[in-house]
């Protein structure tokens, strides 16, 4: 008994190390993401290449941990970085788009559409309206961001193309 309870005690410290070795894997790999966020070249080749493995093992990994596959991951942070340049600057739309990684306004302008329900410009506009101590809740398919503005509650839904916005005292 005491050496089957050695032997299961090795399996589980092998699988402990094997998790370990995945987990940095997979933040080696966001790690190199987030660092050529604005590599309009960027494919899911040259990520797997960073941490030298494939690109069928990397989309596996990063489904697994993120639940979203590399290129999605990649997209997903270039629209975080646009928001945030978006609040934060007075760049042209242009700049911003070069800056996040993509080829062209019009591909930045159809992809954050797609991701928040508007567009660069509605977003900055609308966004310059809410204080800068915004919260986020993401939950599938639908996107809720509130804050309190001198006692009121506001709040943003945005569900694909569509967007609400309420006050509440």
């Known amino acids: ?83 945030q340049l978006l609040l934060e600057d007075e760049k042209l739309i242009s700049d911003i788009a070069e800056s996040c990684g993509f080829g062209s306004v019009y591909h930045f302008s159809r992809t954050f559409k797609q991701a928040t329900g508007m567009s660069p410009t509605e977003y900055s506009k609308f966004s310059s309206k809410i204080s800068n101590e915004n919260r986020f809740y993401y939950l599938p398919n639908l996107k809720i961001r509130y804050n309190y503005i001198k006692g009121k509650l506001n709040i943003i839904c945005v569900k694909g193309d569509k967007w609400l916005y309420g006050i509440f005292q």
């Open 1 to 83: 008994r005491a050496k089957s309870m050695s032997v299961f005690y090795d399996i589980l410290s092998t699988i402990s190390e094997t998790d370990n070795n995945v987990n940095y894997l997979t933040k080696e790999l966001a790690d190199y993401i987030e660092k050529n966020l604005s590599d309009p070249f960027l494919t899911v080749s040259e990520i797997a290449a960073s941490v030298k493995i494939s690109e069928t093992y990397c989309r596996r990994m990063f489904t697994q941990n993120f639940g979203v596959s590399p290129k999605q991951y990649l997209i997903d942070m270039r629209i975080k970085l646009a928001k």
